[in-house]
């Protein structure tokens, strides 16, 4: 053979899955995978890999001159060739798993001198015959672009990409097992490339240059769908994903969830946070958070509205109603304005004012969140009836008129805006409304109001259509702006399909929270990163603007719907994630002084964006505090599913500062406003 003659060389079954070499005897390229005989992509035929230097734009392809067979699966084809009189040595190690529509693919490389400014490019295509988009937590979502380099805060080190019409649905990236993307090493300086039409998907290594000394390896792998639904899709690869790696969340134990619950219990009773008469400060620690988050209020109020019946505790049935109050007086009220029962998220400890301004960021009346606080107002006001005969109209009206406000927010497409300007109409664009879609069942169900059912409807329809679509899932942080990339909407929309499931029977509704739950799982990290010393494992990108590695549980059911998925599917994993995020919320846990039992807003910082030390690296650094929001909602979860409980019904020492008033609806503690 003279290296002219094609490549018969093919791995796999052509009933699943196979992986076609191209090029000639001695001239071998990578080719690609097929499915069903249908090739994913436009296959390469240049080379196995090549290298490219960024600032000249010279490529150089590396091609195979030897092939070793090991079986009907798998071939490693090698090669060597000189870039600027260096001598580099490679080879791809290329092995099909049928049961799992994957390749998995070993490249190595070493060079016997300087390369400065060489990158290793990878791809699995050479070109484009069909639109494509791609998904890159936290970076890209429904994206037909990505440009990061280095690759930081991703979860599982991989991305989605997908036929537009998710006939083919693929995830391309790096085996967990290595050392990937480690700041401390060469891994760190990886990223990915994709440009719809003109860049192929690809890995490219070695930013700054390759060097000798080094055994370059990058194990990748490429799992293949044709499920033809963007939700199936997700599940099929996800699976795929985990059989391939073995993955399995690991072990932790910090303490029981009882034990994290009375540690809450008595931080939230001593704390400085608290604002008689009003409610909690949000956080501890940062300038900008000066001020009471009346978005989780009536959460608040109804978590201890249960601590007060688990334990006849008056201290904690006087802070539910003096909170309930507050949030009442922050409602608009003027029958003839536009905005006429929507209510403020915030009281700001300086101005002594309401506002919707957050952190001052982002300011408008919040539709998901006024839909929040009226689900949890009528949750309240029915406990309390239920419980003492006492009838607070008061709350059920201002809730009502909140959920009626909402109601008139819709866009056209069916969503909610994030925000809606405080004097006129103006919205931003649709979001997910994680908080809104599970919250209008359940306001339909205490009212009786069948509107709110049918605007749940509307809701859906949008997430359908649009977010699960083009798996795009934004707008959850008040504070940021409405096309922030983040992962706490989806457990909102999770929620409603495990509600709905539970409704109906119908398992349809059952197989999109898996769908979205497996979504949500390529997001987080998925095992423990070598350079950092507090847990990884389950953490993930809190969200575009504060990269950091979080375990939040943050206004949605992040911990019930894992355990209810456990429950319904009976799939062990969802069992263990709820284990594992369980354990990492108590970790970041505050044990002592005036906040113990608070949690901190971050487990670690693997990439230093949000490091202040610019001589001592601060992978571990922790963040502000939280008396409310996760550790809050939390708690809340882990009382509603039975898993935690606290003492026996007593009564309370005084605590200065909390007075009696507001017990039977009457006049909460005088407070300057």
């Not at 009220?333 to 403020?344: K, M, Q, V």
């Not at 949008?462 to 922030?484: I, K, M």
């Not at 202040?612 to 809050?632: A, K, R, V």
Request: aromatic share 12%; with cysteine; proline share 5%.
């Amino acid at each position: 053979m003279d290296g002219t003659e094609p490549l018969d060389l093919v791995l796999g079954s052509p009933d699943a899955v196979t992986w076609r070499f191209a090029g000639g005897a001695t001239t071998m390229a990578l080719g690609g995978m097929e499915v069903h005989g249908e090739p994913v992509a436009p296959p390469v035929t240049e080379g196995l890999f090549w290298l490219y230097h960024e600032a000249s734009g010279r490529r150089v392809w590396l091609t195979g001159s030897d092939v070793e067979h090991r079986g009907s699966d798998r071939a490693v084809v090698s090669g060597e060739a000189d870039v600027d009189r260096v001598r580099c040595a490679y080879r791809i190690d290329v092995a099909i798993d049928a049961g799992n529509r994957a390749a998995k693919l070993v490249a190595s490389w070493r060079v016997d001198g300087d390369l400065p400014g060489w990158q290793a490019c990878f791809a699995y295509q050479s070109g484009f015959r069909h639109p494509w988009s791609c998904h890159l937590y936290p970076f890209a979502a429904g994206s037909k672009f990505v440009s990061e380099s280095p690759l930081t805060y991703v979860g599982v080190p991989s991305t989605l990409l997908y036929r537009d019409d998710f006939s083919i649905a693929l995830l391309f990236g790096i085996d967990p097992s290595s050392d990937y993307l480690n700041p401390t090493t060469w891994t760190g300086d990886t990223g990915f490339f994709f440009m719809d039409g003109v860049w192929v998907p690809q890995l490219r290594l070695g930013g700054a240059g390759l060097v000798p000394g080094i055994d370059y390896e990058l194990p990748m792998h490429l799992i293949a769908s044709t499920a033809g639904e963007s939700m199936a899709a997700v599940t099929e690869l996800v699976e795929a994903w985990i059989m391939l790696t073995g993955f399995e969340p690991e072990s932790l134990f910090v303490r029981s969830p009882s034990e994290a619950l009375e540690l809450f219990l008595q931080g939230r009773r001593r704390t400085t946070m608290w604002q008689p008469g009003i409610g909690y400060q949000l956080e501890e620690g940062d300038p900008d958070s000066d001020f009471v988050y009346l978005g989780e209020q009536p959460l608040s109020a109804y978590f201890e509205y249960l601590i007060y019946e688990m334990t006849g505790d008056d201290l904690w049935r006087r802070r539910c109603f003096e909170q309930m109050d507050w949030v009442l007086r922050g409602q608009n009220l003027s029958r003839d304005h536009i905005h006429y029962g929507a209510i403020h998220t915030a009281f700001d400890l300086r101005t002594r004012e309401f506002d919707s301004d957050d952190r001052g960021a982002n300011v408008g009346y919040k539709p998901d969140l006024n839909a929040y606080m009226a689900r949890y107002m009528l949750q309240v006001w029915e406990r309390v009836r239920a419980a003492e005969g006492l009838d607070r109209q008061d709350w059920y009206e201002a809730a009502v008129r909140a959920a009626d406000w909402v109601l008139r927010q819709r866009n056209p497409d069916g969503g909610l805006p994030q925000k809606v300007s405080l004097e006129g109409d103006h919205r931003s664009i649709s979001v997910v409304s994680g908080r809104a879609l599970p919250a209008m069942p359940i306001i339909a169900d205490i009212t009786g109001d069948d509107r709110y059912r049918a605007f749940a409807g509307s809701l859906e329809r949008f997430v359908r259509s649009v977010a699960e679509a083009r798996l795009v899932f934004v707008g959850h942080h008040p504070d940021l702006p409405p096309d922030e990339i983040e992962e706490a909407s989806i457990w909102g929309v999770i929620e409603y399909w495990l509600d709905m499931f539970e409704r109906t029977g119908d398992r349809e509704y059952l197989d999109r929270a898996v769908g979205d739950a497996h979504l949500s799982l390529l997001w987080w990290c998925p095992k423990q990163l070598s350079w950092v010393a507090n847990p990884t494992q389950c953490a993930s990108a809190e969200q575009q603007h504060f990269l950091q590695y979080s375990i939040y549980c943050y206004q949605n059911r992040k911990l019930q719907c894992l355990h209810r998925l456990h429950t319904h599917t009976g799939m062990p994993i969802f069992r263990g994630l709820f284990d594992r995020v369980l354990q990492g919320i108590f970790w970041t846990q505050v044990t002592e002084g005036d906040l113990m039992g608070a949690t901190h807003e971050r487990i670690c910082d693997p990439w230093l964006a949000r490091d202040d030390h610019e001589d001592e690296p601060e992978f571990n650094s922790l963040g502000t505090i939280y008396m409310g929001e996760q550790s809050l909602d939390a708690m809340l979860q882990l009382i509603e599913m039975g898993e935690a409980t606290v003492g026996t019904r007593t009564r309370s020492d005084h605590v200065p500062g909390d007075g009696i008033h507001g017990i039977h609806g009457g006049e909460a503690p005088s407070v300057e406003v």
